[in-house]
């Protein structure tokens, strides 16, 4: 009995170091079909025609990266209050969080799933 339990102790301890950079959104209002899925990582690839940026995750030699599609004239809030719009290139390198909704599109006659960006907020460095 004590064997089972530690293991199944060590498996949710190592999914959970495995997978530390996807999480559960806080609570707000979404959009009614939102999972509430998350990512954080650092934007190591941006797009500025197709709008997709890649996130990586790297702990120790593991490494998991996220592609996703960011809406065009998407903006955000900056300290003096204006609206800013992204600026794929400007992305480069940064640490961000991105909420996402997962979609099947039609591209060129077949059909793709895509992680579509709703909301990117910028995240401090540890």
């Known amino acids: 009995m004590k064997k089972i339990i530690f293991i199944i102790g060590f498996v949710f301890l190592f999914t959970g170091t495995l997978m530390a950079q996807s999480g559960t959104a806080e609570p707000g209002y979404y959009p009614s079909n939102y ?6 990582g650092e934007v190591t690839l941006a797009n500025d025609d197709t709008r997709e940026l890649t996130l990586s995750y790297k702990k120790g030699a593991k490494e ?10 998407y903006t955000v809030k900056i300290k003096d209050g204006t609206n800013y719009e ?3 290139s400007d992305l480069m390198g940064m640490r961000v969080k991105v909420y996402y909704l997962t979609k099947t599109m039609k591209i060129n006659g077949q059909k793709i799933k895509a992680n579509e960006i709703f909301i990117l907020k910028f995240v401090k460095d540890n």
Do not use: R, S, Y
């Open 86 to 88: 992204v600026k794929m």
């Open 35 to 40: 999972a509430g899925e998350t990512w954080t």
């Open 64 to 73: 998991q990266k996220f592609v996703g599609i960011l809406p065009k004239g």
